[in-house]
């Protein structure tokens, strides 16, 4: 299969706050972890569902601080575990928010000797 993506990812473990939206409305709120992130966005575990198309609000705790994204879940998929796997691809980030999540991935890079 060929990799569509545009930005590495690189494996994290972040908590995250999430809000998920519906046709402009307040649909539900709960708790679970990044997976793994790039810089257009991120997988994500849960313990309920994510349905595709949803509009999501996260505040995921990256180092020493708390970022905020807006994004939509692209696909959704239910792991080994039970747990639901669903990948977010993040709306438009500002310069700032770019920034500090290129800083916090570039942790992960491996170094070149």
């Not at 569509?4 to 690189?10: M, P």
């Not at 309920?48 to 705790?61: N, S």
């Not at 601080?65 to 691809?89: A, N, Y």
Request: glycine share 8%; proline share 4%.
């Amino acid at each position: 299969m060929e990799e569509r993506r545009k930005h590495l990812r690189f494996e994290t473990l972040n908590l995250v706050y999430y809000v998920v939206r519906g046709d402009g409305s307040y649909l539900t709120q709960d708790m679970g972890r990044t997976i793994d992130a790039s810089e257009s966005g991120l997988l994500m575990e849960t313990r309920v569902p994510l349905i595709e198309g949803l509009q999501i609000q996260m505040d995921i705790g990256f180092a020493n601080t708390i970022l905020s994204f807006t994004g939509m879940v692209i696909h959704s998929r239910t792991s080994e575990t039970g747990m639901h796997l669903s990948g977010i691809e993040f709306d438009s980030l500002d310069p700032e928010q770019r920034n500090n999540l290129v800083k916090y991935l570039q942790q992960f890079k491996p170094e070149v000797p």
